[in-house]
């Protein structure tokens, strides 16, 4: 594992009475690709400015490389930031925008330029070096803020939901290009995004922040498949939640029963007592479906209101007698066998290993 | 005709008369100047540059252009620079009292013209600072200044607040910001308001007529040319000041509409 890069700890960020972070207590690793996400309004993107000095915490300290920062002016941290406006300045040419922080910094004239069409030819994008930013496409534009901040050649490189703004095509090739970079540079990439696909496909590790709080720290698939707690369930989406009282123990199971029936989950990793409530969840896609009833210890009689295509995936919305709505998550080949119309009656069915259950918090 | 068509006669014809109104004296003013005979009447006499070559020849009119000149050019850089300021605080800090401050900054040009010179000219001789040539500039400048700050806090309103935070980020310190990003980035509105400044100043009569004192400026001796006698020489000088007038404020008009133009492309 490698040695902490930038470490929170204990941070908080008040803005008059209104509490923006309620306290981080986290690291970053050197050399990882970092996402944090969470919904708008959760502290996520005043996190990144702490980190960029353009917010200074009230309580705690932020340390880089063992040095607090918390006193450090932003334009004397080496903390470049990709923004979510791009915020490049469009009086200047993209090369010169490559260049503005090596001007910043008193490079010279030739050595300026080189190191920028440089970047720019890395990026791809050497024949616009000397466009107007005005005339350059959402992507070009995408490429110069890249540009614009690799070029200072930082150890940490802070991007504040940098492809909000681009077309969803785009938005695929931007991931390819960005984790490709941060394998070669080898640098440390902390992205904050509201979108789970963006992060889920680019980040070594994430952090889902909610109402100023760290909810969960975990690799993706960690997340998805063992949230913590229901905030993450439900933030994560594609999840089915249940919850009910724990009616009867043993060795590595237990029974809770919802209104939507009695089911088993695994209980290795969390202590029930027996009466308490408890809640589980089940990934939509490790859901089965059959017409006829089917022999398993968890099951449940659906009727299917509504599909959503993806692709080749398709998500079926679904809802039992108790009007609790489920979610099914398959591929489009295997849902065709069934011909299933809407308003028509199933079963779902799951393995018990299947289900993950929550710390009530 | 439909009825849409000829409501837009009426309105063409309306919007002629409104131009008639205000440009018709200033034609006559025009004509006038290189009319021949001495009073402004019809049927005209013949075409001469006489009055032309008479002001050209006057002493007085010379040095009440180059006091003019004077005032405008420095008038119009106080005033920018007072105006970017502002423009500027209001722009970056949110503070208590900001909505006072800026109408307190706005306040000038809302007092009565002929308030606002007898109080400079009281104020003036108080401290013993009247009827001196920076007399002049220095009222002009607080009377231009909230054109200027107007014109320059519309520009940083177009402005990404991210755009200086940016420039933080990337190593800029403050001053190299304000430098590299934030002046650049206002140039056209800058240029707009140094052209506007010094138009309001060039023709400005009412203040400089109570502070000037001896240092007259061309719109001041107008008036005393008119107070002697009724000499076509003013109508020269009037179309002088006018054709200046107007060239700083289309040019003014120029760089303001620029911007316009590009921040609609982009």
């Not at chain 1, 209104?259 to 290795?268: A, E, I, M, R, Y």
């Not at chain 1, 709505?325 to 299947?354: C, H, N, P, Y």
């Amino acid at each position: 594992m490698s040695k902490p890069l930038v470490v929170f700890d204990k941070v908080q960020k008040h803005f008059g009475n209104f509490v923006a972070v309620k306290e981080l207590d986290f690291e970053i690793r050197e050399g990882e690709f970092l996402a944090i996400m969470g919904p708008s309004g959760c502290g996520k993107t005043t996190t990144l400015r702490m980190l960029a000095g353009l917010e200074a915490p009230s309580v705690g300290e932020i340390r880089l490389n063992d040095h607090v920062m918390n006193d450090v002016a932003p334009h004397e941290r080496d903390t470049p930031l990709v923004w979510q406006s791009l915020a490049l300045f469009p009086f200047l040419t993209a090369r010169e925008n490559v260049e503005f922080g090596l001007k910043m910094r008193g490079v010279d004239k030739a050595e300026r330029r080189k190191r920028a069409l440089k970047w720019l030819d890395k990026m791809d994008i050497l024949e616009f070096a000397d466009r107007d930013i005005s005339t350059l496409s959402g992507g070009q534009k995408q490429r110069v803020a890249l540009a614009r901040s690799l070029v200072m050649e930082p150890q940490i490189l802070l991007l504040d939901e940098p492809l909000s703004a681009l077309d969803a095509h785009l938005v695929i090739r931007m991931q390819a290009v960005l984790t490709d970079l941060q394998r070669e540079l080898g640098i440390t990439f902390v992205y904050v995004t509201h979108s789970q696909s963006e992060a889920f496909a680019m980040a070594d590790r994430v952090i889902i922040m909610g109402k100023g709080e760290i909810a969960q720290i975990g690799s993706p698939k960690d997340i998805y498949r063992e949230p913590a707690n229901q905030f993450v369930a439900e933030f994560v989406g594609r999840n089915n939640i249940l919850s009910g009282k724990v009616a009867s123990l043993s060795d590595d199971t237990a029974r809770i029963a919802t209104p939507s029936g009695d089911f088993t989950v695994p209980t290795k990793e969390v202590h029930l007592v027996k009466g308490q409530k408890a809640s589980f969840v089940i990934s939509a896609d490790l859901l089965h479906i059959s017409i006829d009833e089917p022999d398993a210890r968890n099951k449940a009689h659906c009727k299917l209101i509504s599909e959503e295509f993806v692709g080749s995936m398709v998500t079926l919305f679904l809802e039992n007698s108790t009007g609790h709505e489920f979610k099914v998550q398959m591929q489009e080949r295997e849902l065709s066998k069934f011909d299933l119309k809407s308003g028509a009656e199933i079963w779902l069915s799951w393995d018990t290993a299947s289900a993950h259950v929550l710390n009530e918090n | 005709m439909n009825p849409s068509r000829s409501l837009n006669v009426i309105l063409g014809i309306y919007v002629a008369m409104v131009f008639a109104f205000v440009f018709a004296p200033i034609v006559f003013s025009m004509i006038f100047s290189f009319n021949s005979q001495r009073f402004p009447t019809i049927p005209l006499g013949e075409f001469t540059t006489e009055w032309y070559a008479k002001i050209l020849a006057d002493p007085d009119v010379w040095e009440a252009a180059l006091n003019s000149l004077i005032v405008s050019c420095s008038t119009a850089v106080i005033a920018t620079f007072l105006g970017f300021c502002t423009a500027y605080s209001d722009f970056r800090y949110n503070f208590r009292f900001k909505g006072p401050y800026l109408a307190l900054i706005l306040l000038p040009p809302t007092i009565p013209l002929i308030i606002m010179a007898l109080a400079m000219l009281a104020w003036f001789s108080k401290i013993g600072m009247s009827g001196q040539i920076y007399s002049i500039i220095i009222a002009h400048s607080v009377l231009t200044a909230p054109f200027a700050m107007a014109v320059i806090r519309l520009r940083l309103n177009q402005m990404d607040p991210d755009l200086e935070s940016a420039a933080w980020n990337l190593g800029g310190s403050e001053w190299q910001t304000m430098r590299y990003v934030i002046i650049p980035f206002c140039k056209p509105a800058i240029f707009s308001a140094l052209f506007l400044t010094a138009a309001v100043s060039f023709d400005e009569f009412a203040v400089s007529w109570f502070v000037s004192g001896l240092n007259k400026t061309l719109p001041v001796i107008i008036l005393e040319i008119v107070q002697g006698n009724i000499d076509p020489q003013v109508n020269a000088i009037g179309t002088f000041v006018f054709l200046i007038s107007m060239t700083l404020v289309v040019l003014a008009q120029v760089f303001f509409a620029s911007r316009q133009l590009k921040s609609i492309k982009t």
